[in-house]
């Protein structure tokens, strides 16, 4: 049985994110001897009111005992199931997540499943939707919900080829070859330039529409009660890739990796009755993409927060450079808290 959150409760989650070390992506052992009762304390005493924990982290090894990839090491695969039986004992809703368009485990292992070109923005690549990765993707969320049935699934890296899918080009490869006949219409071209601008568009709907539908289906399918949305992350409002697309349309909530007014508006002004609008008011570090003090604008608007800060291994808890920044979430969070009570 899921937890449900009242409609009426602001989601508050702020999490020490163990994708991620201050020194860059996290390893497989670097998090995986983390107390559990000590990472959930310290997100209770911060004002969280879900338990977050990642599934598979993006570096591609899982916090729960899997047999579909690698597992972190030592106590490292049963930290989400001791998380997730604190959560429960203590009715607190639990959310984790998947990486969608990174694993640098598979992507290693798996060149054929890399989008040709992707490597030279990231080292690691992004995988192609229309490979076997979404096979293998699919078959861990089901895995995954049959064993925790958790309250929401954030799918984090929804794109092709890349992190801004409406100009990351569609590039010929042998995946792509019996999707694009039948989307397109004709024969893969043999070069990138071979594709029309209107043929790249048209493509990438479609190919991230199936995907979204697969995912979609496997978490409804498994656990119908858990609730899923998407980071994109979105750079501009209505960017058009996205325009009416059904990982808008259809997901359970719009996730902003920003707290932009361009973009957290855009998301409240084209949700659907029931969508949940998450916004991230600390994390990123680009100038103007998260602003802690703007929680009360969209506290007021209805919308929900995410949150994240890197430690330093083995200390989960945030760096000293996010204490201002946590400073102010923190308190903010406790005002939403004094004032839902109220």
Same mark, same amino acid.
């Given at each position: 049985?899921?937890?449900?959150?009242?409609?009426?409760?602001?989601? *508050?989650?702020?999490?020490?994110?163990?994708?991620?070390?201050?020194?860059?992506?996290?390893?497989?052992?670097?998090?995986?001897?983390?107390?559990? /009762?000590?990472?959930?304390?310290?997100?209770? $005493?911060?004002?969280?009111? =879900?338990?977050?924990?990642?599934?598979?982290?993006?570096? @591609?090894?899982?916090?729960?005992?899997?047999?579909?990839?690698?597992?972190?090491?030592?106590?490292?695969?049963?930290?989400?199931?001791?998380?997730?039986?604190?959560?429960?004992?203590?009715?607190?809703?639990?959310?984790?997540?998947?990486?969608? @368009?990174?694993?640098?485990?598979?992507?290693?292992?798996?060149? !054929?499943?890399? =989008?040709?070109?992707?490597?030279?923005?990231? #080292?690691?690549?992004?995988? %192609?939707?229309?490979?076997?990765?979404?096979?293998?993707?699919? %078959? *861990?969320?089901? $895995?995954?919900?049959?064993?925790?049935?958790?309250?929401?699934?954030?799918?984090?890296?929804?794109?092709?080829? @890349?992190?801004?899918? !409406?100009?990351?080009?569609?590039?010929?490869?042998?995946?792509? +070859?019996?999707?694009?006949?039948?989307?397109?219409?004709?024969?893969?071209?043999?070069?990138?330039?071979?594709?029309?601008?209107?043929?790249?568009?048209?493509?990438?709907?479609?190919?991230?529409?199936?995907?979204?539908?697969?995912?979609? !289906?496997?978490?409804?399918?498994?656990?119908? %009660?858990?609730?899923?949305?998407?980071?994109?992350?979105?750079?501009?409002?209505?960017?058009?890739?996205?325009?009416?697309?059904?990982?808008?349309?259809?997901?359970?909530?719009?996730?902003? $990796?920003?707290?932009?007014?361009?973009?957290?508006?855009?998301?409240?002004?084209?949700?659907?009755?029931?969508?949940?609008?998450?916004?991230?008011?600390?994390?990123?570090? &680009?100038?103007? /993409?998260?602003? #802690?003090?703007?929680?009360?604008?969209?506290? !007021?608007?209805?919308?929900?927060?995410?949150?994240?800060?890197?430690?330093?291994?083995?200390?989960?808890?945030?760096?000293?450079?996010?204490? &201002?920044?946590?400073?102010? =979430?923190?308190?903010?969070? +406790? /005002?939403?808290?004094?004032?839902?009570?109220?």
């Amino acid at each position: 049985m899921t937890t449900q959150v009242k409609k009426t409760e602001t989601v *508050r989650l702020m999490h020490c994110d163990l994708n991620w070390t201050v020194r860059g992506a996290s390893a497989p052992h670097e998090w995986a001897f983390i107390a559990p /009762e000590e990472y959930f304390a310290w997100h209770m $005493e911060f004002g969280t009111n =879900v338990m977050y924990c990642q599934a598979y982290i993006f570096g @591609g090894t899982a916090f729960y005992p899997t047999r579909l990839g690698p597992v972190a090491p030592g106590p490292g695969s049963q930290l989400f199931p001791r998380l997730y039986k604190l959560a429960r004992d203590r009715g607190v809703p639990v959310w984790s997540y998947f990486c969608v @368009g990174a694993d640098l485990v598979m992507s290693n292992h798996r060149n !054929d499943w890399v =989008v040709p070109g992707s490597r030279g923005q990231w #080292p690691h690549g992004f995988l %192609a939707p229309e490979s076997g990765w979404t096979d293998l993707l699919c %078959a *861990r969320v089901r $895995e995954f919900l049959g064993m925790f049935p958790v309250d929401w699934l954030l799918f984090d890296w929804f794109g092709y080829g @890349g992190l801004r899918p !409406d100009t990351d080009p569609v590039v010929p490869a042998d995946y792509a +070859r019996e999707p694009f006949a039948r989307l397109i219409g004709r024969p893969l071209p043999a070069t990138a330039a071979g594709i029309t601008p209107d043929e790249q568009l048209r493509y990438k709907r479609a190919v991230l529409a199936e995907q979204f539908h697969r995912l979609h !289906d496997a978490v409804k399918e498994t656990s119908p %009660a858990t609730r899923i949305l998407f980071n994109v992350p979105y750079w501009r409002p209505a960017e058009t890739v996205w325009v009416d697309h059904p990982m808008l349309n259809e997901s359970d909530g719009l996730f902003a $990796e920003c707290s932009r007014r361009d973009v957290v508006d855009w998301l409240l002004a084209v949700r659907r009755p029931g969508q949940r609008v998450m916004t991230t008011i600390t994390g990123r570090t &680009e100038k103007g /993409e998260c602003d #802690p003090n703007s929680w009360r604008e969209w506290y !007021d608007k209805g919308c929900d927060f995410f949150g994240y800060a890197w430690g330093t291994p083995p200390d989960f808890r945030p760096h000293p450079r996010y204490a &201002e920044a946590l400073d102010i =979430v923190r308190r903010a969070f +406790r /005002e939403m808290e004094a004032s839902t009570a109220g």
